[in-house]
C-alpha cells in the first residue's frame, strides 16, 4: 500500500552529519540512482528518508539543504499527498506482511512517468526486506534502467536478507542509534511529562523513536504485565492454560522476544547477582527474584526453546497450543522443589 501519513519535516539532531554528507553528494551531483538506508529498527530512518525526499522536492531548501516549510511543495509533503514522493510499505491486511511484485509493478510503472510537478519522483520502500523474490526481481529491473530524474530510496534494518544484486547498485547509507544522552534529551522534549523516558528508551534498546511508539501503545505496562504473570505462573500463583490464553492476545512475536530477554537475564544473574549489564534493567529486581527459582541447565535449556517457538510464530502455529508449552515447561522448571532456596 501506499503510505499517506503526513511527512514530518523537523530533522532528527542525530542524523545531522549522516545528512550533511548527503548534501555534500547532492552538491557534487554525486547522487546515485537509489540509496540503501540501513540501522537499527526505531531509529528514525523513514523519516531521514522523507526528509531527504523533501529537500529534493522543496521549492526553497535552506543552506543546509533543509525544506523550507512553506512552499506548496512543502505543504503537499506535509499533508502527505506530494505527487512525486511515493512511499510504499506492505499492505496493512497482508497477512505475511510481505511487498508483493505487483505493488513494486505498479511503482514502476509509475517511475516511467515523468515527475508530476518538475523536480524529481521519489520512491522509498520500506522496509526493503520485505520485498518478496518476485518483487525483487522486478525493482532490479528498474534499478538497471533507472529513468533520469527518479531517485530510489530503500530503507531496510536487515540489509543482509535483500538480494545482493539490489545491494550493490544502491549508494549505501548507514545511520545509527544516537548516544544516550542526545536521545534522552530529545524524548523528553516529546514525551508527556512524567513519561519514564529512560526506562523507555532501554526497552527500545537506545531507539528513541521506538520508545516513542512504546510509550504510546502502552507496551510497557503490558511488558510489566506479562513478566508479573509468568512470575505468578512459577511461583504455582497462575494457571498455565489459562494464562496462556491471556498472552493469544498479544503479538506473539514481541512475547517471545521479551520472554528470550528475561530468561537471558536470569540465568545472567543466577552466574552473578551483581550482573550489570541487563537487558531489562528497569525490571532487574522481579528478575533477581525470578532467577532464585531457576536452574542454570535447564533455564538453559528453555532459553533454546523459546528462542525456537520464536521461529514458529511466524508461521500459523497457534499461539494458544505455543504458549502453553512454553508456559507449562516454565511451570515445571520453577516449581520444582530443588530449585527453590
Ligand atoms: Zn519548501
Not at 523474490?133 to 533520469?148: G, I
Not at 512504546?214 to 511488558?223: C, I, K, N, P, S
Amino acid at each position: 500500500m501506499i503510505e499517506t501519513t503526513g511527512v514530518d519535516l523537523e530533522p532528527l539532531p542525530w542524523f545531522a552529519a549522516d545528512w550533511q554528507r548527503l548534501q555534500r553528494a547532492v552538491w557534487a551531483d554525486r547522487l546515485g540512482h537509489a540509496l540503501l538506508l540501513t540501522g537499527p529498527g526505531g531509529i528514525g530512518k523513514r523519516r531521514f528518508a522523507d526528509l531527504f525526499g523533501a529537500s529534493l522536492l522543496c521549492a526553497h531548501p535552506d543552506a543546509d539543504g533543509l525544506p523550507c516549510g512553506t512552499c506548496e511543495e512543502c505543504a503537499l509533503l506535509r499533508a502527505g499527498n506530494h505527487p512525486d514522493l511515493t512511499r510504499l510499505v506492505p499492505d496493512a491486511d497482508s497477512k505475511s506482511g510481505e511487498i508483493k511484485v505487483d505493488q513494486v509493478r505498479d511503482l514502476c510503472a509509475r517511475q516511467s512517468m515523468t515527475s508530476n510537478r518538475g523536480r524529481r519522483t521519489l520512491f522509498r520502500i520500506a522496509p526493503a526486506e520485505a520485498m518478496n523474490a518476485a518483487a525483487a526481481n522486478s525493482l532490479l529491473k528498474t534499478l538497471e534502467e533507472p529513468a533520469s530524474a527518479t531517485l530510489l530510496l530503500l530503507v531496510s534494518e536487515a540489509p543482509g536478507s535483500l538480494p545482493p544484486t539490489i545491494r550493490s547498485r544502491c549508494q549505501p547509507v548507514t545511520l545509527a542509534a544516537p548516544p544516550a544522552e542526545i536521545a534522552l534529551s530529545w524524548l523528553r522534549a516529546w514525551l508527556p511529562s512524567g513519561a519514564p523516558a529512560e526506562q523507555l528508551l532501554a526497552v527500545a534498546r537506545g531507539a528513541p523513536l521506538r520508545a516513542i511508539e512504546l510509550a504510546a501503545d502502552g507496551q510497557l505496562e503490558r511488558r510489566d504485565r506479562c513478566l508479573r504473570e509468568l512470575r505468578q505462573v512459577g511461583g504455582g500463583d497462575a494457571d498455565p492454560i489459562a494464562i496462556a490464553e491471556t498472552w493469544q492476545s498479544e503479538d506473539a512475536d514481541l512475547l517471545l522476544v521479551w520472554l528470550a530477554s528475561w530468561l537471558s537475564d536470569c540465568l545472567r544473574l543466577l552466574a552473578d547477582p551483581h550482573a550489570t549489564h541487563l537487558t531489562n534493567p528497569d525490571q532487574r529486581q522481579p528478575l533477581v527474584e525470578l532467577s532464585r527459582r531457576l536452574r542454570a541447565e535447564p533455564g538453559h535449556r528453555f532459553l533454546q526453546q523459546v528462542l525456537s517457538a520464536r521461529g514458529e510464530a511466524g508461521t500459523s502455529v497457534n499461539k494458544q497450543l505455543l504458549f502453553e508449552a512454553l508456559l507449562l515447561r516454565w511451570a515445571h522448571l520453577t516449581r520444582q522443589p530443588t530449585a527453590r532456596h
